[in-house]
Nanobody
């Protein structure tokens, strides 16, 4: 089992920045991908950014060039630096881990961007 706990959400004005953190614990098995997804009210959950155990990084088009995903050396923390935030970035942001045994989600952290 893998446990994920997000932190760092909050209210920010458009154009501002926030940094989200995801603390991971438990036993990650095999090749794995850690990432961030988001879900805005009335919309489906969507990919934001992922980083794999071989350090490949992927961003969705809406956040590319504005958000940066990073990890610490022990893979116990995965961060999402969000810059130039827009009102349409408002959503609950979820940390996600996919490994050889399954798919795991955190409970999410709310990001609200005011115009």
């Amino acid at each position: 089992q893998v446990q994920l706990v997000e932190s760092g959400g909050g209210l920010v004005a458009a154009g501002g920045s926030l940094r989200l953190s995801c603390a991971t614990s438990g036993s990650i098995v095999g090749f794995y991908v850690l990432g961030w997804y988001r879900q805005a009210p009335g919309q489906e959950r969507e990919l934001v950014a992922t980083i794999s155990s071989d350090d490949r990084i992927r961003y969705s088009d809406p956040v590319k060039d504005r958000f940066i995903i990073s990890r610490d050396n022990s893979w116990s923390m995965v961060d999402l630096q969000m810059n130039s935030l827009k009102p349409e970035d408002t959503a609950v942001y979820y940390c996600n881990c996919r490994d050889a045994r399954g798919l795991y989600w955190g409970k999410g952290t709310l990001v609200t961007v005011s115009s």
